[in-house]
């Protein structure tokens, strides 16, 4: 009789929590992306949903922390199965050819680096707002914060536009393998779904990233203005 | 045909190993690998030199013994096949052809191209087994399996544990290994007894012989001289989740027998 914690303390079960909590943190990506296309609904629709957020401190708290938990845990337990992973194997092959490893696979630690590092460039810039001084902060027509005018701002940058699409590009990237991934590490597979189970990461990969870019790159080639 | 040999030579498990060239001349096309490798051995004995030592026993892809990584590929470039069965008409003539054994630290060298592949028997050894009871057989057809059922355990049960799994995974991790091992007995009545206490026990002696783990890169699928499916890893990561579940449904702290009488 062993406790449930020392269950996942093995490689698998640290494979487990590192499944789920990519996951938790893949719903919210998602929900970041459809929260955000408002912006072409207009500034109103935006800055209101900004606010509607706002106005919630305990939803927006425990959101909040709640991913920090996740993403701490993901990168820690990410960190100790790569040293283990690296153990492994002490001498490398001299020649060493992958037969049908994806390219998405096999750049999953430098591509969850990449998010990483942009993931704290995004806090810094448009939740923080320490990196862009000339950003300014005032309030719209309704009272609310004019986010709409902050994102318009940012985005007209050529500079922020490229790290930020290079940031989406590492996200896809990661989610093409990650989301298949976990769910063979959480052991599903049957015959009639695996090809549903096989199409979920890019799926989600390029809905997310088609998502956010599209905001990108509508607000820099002018289509949605301030 | 002839070939350039790139060979790793090691003497000894704690001895430093570096490649040598050798030449192979006069092969013939349909020389199997180990024929080949069989034949730059006897040159290398004229010569009164140490011959290349590599394992190798049925010479019909079934008993799991012959391993070799050629051109960075365990048991070489085609699919399916174990490296016994892999023929120098496969090969451009002339070709630079590298040889590795398997790398992993559970995986320690022997000699030149051999390894102990021991560990896979230790994971065995902690529940790769099913309970027999003693007494009389058993009438045919009492257990009922459905084909399917039986097919798919099958499938499973046609891992030979040569190990190419560890050798072509990234992080050295036997999952394809221990879930063909797991799945086939899960999936029979024979090995319902165990199965919870078999997941548990297998995958902590994979953790403990020092192999990786998993990174869903089905490069050992690829890889798998009878092409088992990472469907089994998935099936061994359900039956450990399983095991978790069951087993915290237990009596945390199980009375002591001799409770009553200190």
Known sequence: ?226 | MKFTLNIWRQKGPDEGGRFVTYEARDVSSGMSFLEMLDSVNQGLIAKGEEPVAFEQDCREGICGSCSLVINGIPHGPDRGITTCQLYMRRFPDGAVIIIEPWRARAFPIIKDLVVDRRALDRIMQAGGYISAHTGGAVDGNVLLISKDQAETAMDAASCIGCGACVAACKNASPALFVGAKVSHLALLPQGKPERTRRVKAMLEAVDREGFGSCSNQNECEAVCPKRISVRFIATLNREYLRAGVVESGLPAEPESPHAEST
């Open chain 1, 1 to 226: 009789m062993t406790r449930p914690s020392h269950h996942f303390q093995s490689t698998v079960g640290s494979k487990v929590v590192m499944a789920l909590s990519g996951l938790g943190l893949m719903i919210y990506v998602i929900f970041h992306m459809l929260g955000n296309l408002q912006v072409f609904e207009g500034p109103h629709a935006l800055n209101a949903y900004a606010a509607f957020l706002r106005d919630m401190p305990i939803l927006l708290w425990t959101t909040r922390i709640g991913l920090l938990s996740l993403a701490t845990l993901h990168i820690v337990l990410a960190i100790q199965l790569t040293l283990r992973n690296r153990h492994a194997r002490p001498i490398a092959y001299a020649v060493h050819e992958y037969r049908q490893a994806s390219f998405a696979s096999r750049t999953m630690a430098a591509s969850g680096l990449v998010l990483l590092l942009f993931i704290v460039f995004h806090l810094l810039h448009l939740t923080a707002g320490v990196i862009d001084p000339s950003a300014v902060d005032r309030l719209d027509v309704g009272g609310h914060h004019d986010i709409y005018g902050k994102l318009v701002h940012a985005f007209q940058n050529p500079i922020i536009v490229a790290l930020y699409v290079a940031g989406q590009l590492g996200l896809g990237l990661h989610l093409t393998h990650a989301v298949t991934s976990s769910i063979q590490t959480l052991g599903l597979e049957h015959a009639a779904f695996n090809r549903l189970f096989k199409a979920a990461g890019p799926t989600v990969a390029l809905v997310v990233v088609l998502g956010n870019v599209a905001i990108i790159m509508a607000i820099f080639l002018g289509i949605v203005r301030g």
